[in-house]
Nanobody, 123 residues
Framework: QVQLVESGGGLVQAGGSLRLSCAAS????????MGWFRQAPGKEREFVAA????????LSVDSAKRRFAIWRDNAKNTVYLQMNSLKPEDTAVYYC????????????????WGQGTQVTVSS
């Protein structure tokens, strides 16, 4: 299995940027598709972005397409989420997840999860 640890969250003003990182250990990182999800208070966990094992294919939710970017560095066993033009509605705990399936937006296709990192965007 794979262990995931997120970092990079914090408090930022609206319009600001943050870069989240997710470091993986355990089984071969490059064999997994990787995704970022988020969960706001009182809401269900939702898909944000995902990247294929090779990095060649990315998926993202419509609200993130022009503002967020996902990529991975298989040499460093790390996946990143660059978030720009942040809005208060982006406030949530952000989770990194790994799937041994083809890159997907489906939460139940992800088998391994990190503990999450808090992102708070003030207005």
């Amino acid at each position: 299995q794979v262990q995931l640890v997120e970092s990079g969250g914090g408090l930022v003003q609206a319009g600001g940027s943050l870069r989240l990182s997710c470091a993986a250990s355990g089984r071969t990182f490059s064999s997994y598709s990787m995704g970022w999800f988020r969960q706001a208070p009182g809401k269900e966990r939702e898909f944000v972005a995902a990247v294929s094992w090779s990095g060649g294919t990315t998926l993202s939710v419509d609200s993130a397409k022009r503002r967020f970017a996902i990529w991975r560095d298989n040499a460093k066993n790390t996946v990143y989420l660059q978030m720009n033009s942040l809005k208060p509605e982006d406030t949530a705990v952000y989770y990194c997840a790994a799937s041994d399936r083809v890159v997907t937006t489906l939460i139940n296709h992800y088998d391994y999860w990190g503990q999450g990192t808090q992102v708070t965007v003030s207005s």
